[in-house]
């Protein structure tokens, strides 16, 4: 129980040790009982003279600071590379989609009524995507079982969201819907009722799941209801589980909310507001095809985009959102050793059966990266997260009260609290050391020098660690070197400050770079989607388009680091330090856009 207590609360625990660290370095009198240099001379009694040596706490300081600001620029770096390769596996995926046999347009009333249409449409299984494999495989076809998770959430954005999936050509044959609800959701059975009938004939299969109120151990929320929906989809197919055939690929597709403090009670809402192109079921099937011998230990990331209504939202919401996209898009690039699913992931029922499915108690808040590092220690270590160059289009937090001023006021609290949440997931890190430990106890064998280990610990300590204490180091740098006299500042500690000077310029200008790059990435992404949902009649998608001359935009390239401040390190110490007392968090309502049927498909 303390060891669990003291894990969950390591990134707490590493905010005061630096604060500690900070005051020793600060404090140049203090005697170290293993002091090895000569003790320092007060300037005014030896004017002239050189300083003195650096105590232990400052020498550690030095290496930290310097480490922590290198990170920041490697991040850039790594940025980069990620926008400038995934520019290009789109095109590329894209291509793929020309090469298999041409959609048909219909409108969207006509296949709804008329389903041999959507099945004449689809390309055969032995169609080039495939490469020529998947023939050998007996004409199997992978099923793909997608979990939308929602609670509280009206009949319009349900259906677009369903409209969307039901618009691929592949839908259905291969697409099993499974909506993850809330049994205490008044009125929960009707909507599904009136969902299941609408879009029957879309899907392979439509079903409902009603998770349970007070489950012991459970938090209500997405966890818990993809957890209890995943379990559904298990008994669904146990019989091919059994038989060692199992070609479905479960897909989790974003529930978003926004919680509050920490009560352990309160009301909640779960969004299933995430629009997928039919390219990325695709993919997925032409990789699960392609490494069939990995197949049963793969886990797909995708990026995200917020490409509906940003234009819509304060630049301090649309940078927190465009960074956060960015947190998750470098991970994923070609080479990489292990990538971390932002919001949307897929992965074999067989491996989700494996580890035991979904976890749904408190630590599992942050589902999407607490699933893959499930995965991980559950197979030794030897998971492979296979990235997939099509992002996953999602909408930035809206607020519908009032105009101006109030409204953005109010957006950008609800941006707070959702931004706290995702802090929220800063457990994981306790989760990872935890499962660490217990692995090197079972199996007499450590997983820390492995070099996929060693890329997961720096992720974790970049997601949970690097926001907030890259502010700290900040405010202290500023402060030391304002109140230290020149002339008592010890070269070495001048060398440091001079150096994540010039680090903290070159990420600045590393991410207007980076920026630069993503305009591109944006324009294809929104002029594909708008095409797509075009053809097939969904006309309140929403499309936000991005023009980098413009002031809105050119804005973000100075707003970016403020941005990151209030909706990253601020968040990060609020979670934190609330891991000191509890755990739990819970969700309340999150406004998102309605789009008019004639903007949306301007």
């Not at 779960?270 to 997928?276: L, M, N, P, R, S």
Request: hydrophobic fraction near 45%; glycine fraction near 4%; charged fraction near 20%.
């Amino acid at each position: 129980m303390v060891f669990q207590w003291t894990s969950r609360c390591l990134p707490g625990f590493s905010i005061i040790a630096l604060i500690v660290l900070l005051w020793l370095t600060s404090n140049g009198a203090v005697a170290f009982r293993k002091w090895k240099g000569p003790l320092p001379s007060s300037p005014k009694d030896a004017p002239g003279s050189q300083p003195h040596h650096l105590n232990p706490a400052q020498q550690l300081f030095v290496i930290y600071t310097v480490l922590v600001h290198v990170s920041m620029f490697a991040f850039t770096i790594r940025l980069a590379w990620a926008l400038f390769s995934v520019t290009r596996k789109t095109k590329e995926t894209l291509q793929r989609r020309n090469l298999a046999q041409p959609r048909i347009s219909v409108d969207k009333d006509k296949w709804l009524s008329d389903t041999s249409t959507l099945t004449d449409a689809e390309p055969d299984v032995s169609d080039p995507l495939m490469s020529g494999l998947a023939h050998h495989y007996d004409g199997l076809e992978v099923i793909h079982a997608i979990i939308v998770p929602n609670y509280c959430e009206d009949l319009h954005t349900l259906r677009t969201t369903l409209d969307v999936l039901a618009s691929h050509p592949r839908a259905r044959k291969q697409y099993e819907i499974y909506l993850a609800m809330e049994q205490k959701e008044a009125g929960v059975a009707e909507k599904a009722a009136k969902l299941a009938l609408a879009f029957e004939p879309s899907f392979r299969h439509i079903h409902a799941t009603f998770h349970p109120a007070n489950l012991p151990g459970e938090i209500a929320g997405k966890s818990s209801n993809v957890a209890f929906a995943a379990r559904h989809i298990m008994e669904v197919h146990r019989a091919e589980l059994e038989s060692g055939h199992c070609d479905v690929i479960v897909t989790v597709m974003d529930g978003r909310c926004c919680p509050i403090v920490w009560p352990i009670y309160s009301a909640n809402r779960v969004i299933a507001d995430t629009h997928f192109w039919q390219d990325y079921f695709t993919e997925i099937r032409r990789l699960h095809y392609a490494h069939i011998s990995e197949a049963d230990r793969t886990l797909y990331c995708c990026p995200i985009i917020f490409d509906r209504n940003s234009q819509e939202t304060p630049v301090l919401v649309r940078c927190a959102d465009l960074l956060w996209g960015f947190a998750g898009l470098s991970t994923i690039y070609p080479g990489t050793c292990i990538s971390i699913p932002t919001s949307v992931y897929s992965l074999p029922l067989s491996l989700a059966e494996k580890i035991g499915g979904w976890d749904s108690d408190s630590t599992a808040i942050g589902e999407d990266m607490h699933m893959m590092l499930k995965c991980y220690f559950e197979t030794a270590g030897n998971v492979i997260t296979r990235p997939v160059y099509v992002p996953a289009s999602q909408c930035n937090v809206a607020s519908d009260t009032g105009r101006g001023w109030r409204r953005s006021l109010d957006t950008c609290r609800a941006r707070y609290r959702q931004a706290l949440r995702h802090m929220w997931g800063a457990l994981d890190s306790g989760f990872a050391a935890r499962r660490t430990i217990s692995y090197i106890r079972s199996h007499c064998r450590c997983l820390f020098f492995r070099p996929r280990h060693l890329a997961l610990i720096h992720l974790l300590w970049e997601a949970h660690f690097l926001p907030c204490h890259l502010i700290i180091l900040m405010v202290f740098s500023t402060i030391y070197t304002l109140l230290t006299p020149p002339a008592s500042l010890h070269p070495t500690m001048a060398w440091a400050f001079d150096l994540t000077n010039l680090l903290r310029a070159s990420s600045f200008i590393g991410m207007n770079m980076c920026i630069f790059l993503y305009e591109p990435w944006h324009a294809l992404c929104v002029r594909t989607r708008k095409t797509d949902m075009q053809q097939a009649n969904v006309a309140d998608a929403g499309f936000s388009e991005r023009i980098w001359w413009s002031p809105a935009q050119l804005v973000e390239r100075i707003c970016f680091p403020i941005a990151g401040t209030v909706f990253g390190g601020i968040p990060t110490v609020h979670a934190v330090f609330s891991h000191f007392w509890t755990d739990r968090l819970v969700y309340r309502v999150t406004k998102k856009p309605t789009f008019s049927v004639a903007g949306a498909m301007a």
